[in-house]
């Protein structure tokens, strides 16, 4: 593509939804913790390797398909899910730190060498659970 020569009109993405392909055989509930995988799809938060956190799940949705058969919304920013166990619960002092994906509801201090993908940021810890900042860019930066 050439440099402009002339006035543009470059379209912009307005708020923070967002919307992309699910993986295969994936239900992904309302409010669940949503990951991207290594292949671009989509799916629920849980213990694995290779995801990345996105969001919250904006509705739920099932794919019974091919990966990429069904689209589910999300939505980048700072949502509160429950504390870990004892033994990897996140505390105030992880603030600023990594969270963990152990489920589609449930984050926690470590990866559990190495079992565990990155969710997001520790934002704050109250007593009902750990609010957890998604943004995807700032995790796969804090990965390399």
Same mark, same amino acid.
């Given at each position: 593509?050439?440099?402009?020569?002339?006035?543009?009109?470059?379209?912009?993405?307005?708020?923070?939804?967002?919307?992309?392909?699910?993986?295969?055989?994936?239900?992904?509930?309302?409010?669940?913790?949503?990951?991207?995988?290594?292949?671009?799809?989509?799916?629920?938060?849980?213990?694995?390797?290779?995801?990345?956190?996105?969001?919250?799940?904006?509705?739920?949705?099932?794919?019974?398909?091919? =990966? *990429?058969? !069904? &689209?589910?919304?999300?939505?980048? /920013?700072?949502?509160?899910?429950?504390?870990? @166990?004892? %033994?990897?619960?996140?505390?105030?002092?992880?603030?600023?730190?990594?969270?963990?994906?152990?489920?589609?509801?449930?984050?926690?201090?470590?990866?559990?060498?190495?079992?565990?993908?990155? =969710? *997001?940021? !520790? &934002?704050?810890?109250?007593?009902? /659970?750990?609010?957890?900042?998604?943004?995807? @860019?700032? %995790?796969?930066?804090?990965?390399?």
């Amino acid at each position: 593509m050439t440099a402009l020569t002339a006035d543009r009109n470059t379209p912009r993405m307005i708020g923070d939804d967002r919307s992309g392909p699910m993986a295969a055989g994936v239900t992904i509930f309302a409010g669940a913790i949503v990951m991207r995988a290594v292949t671009g799809h989509l799916t629920k938060g849980q213990t694995a390797l290779g995801l990345i956190g996105v969001g919250r799940a904006e509705e739920q949705k099932v794919n019974a398909g091919a =990966a *990429g058969a !069904v &689209d589910v919304k999300y939505r980048p /920013g700072i949502y509160r899910f429950a504390n870990s @166990a004892v %033994a990897d619960l996140i505390s105030a002092a992880d603030i600023g730190g990594p969270a963990y994906a152990v489920d589609d509801q449930t984050v926690a201090k470590t990866s559990a060498t190495n079992t565990r993908s990155i =969710a *997001g940021f !520790v &934002d704050g810890v109250d007593e009902l /659970g750990v609010w957890v900042r998604f943004d995807e @860019a700032l %995790a796969k930066a804090y990965l390399t």
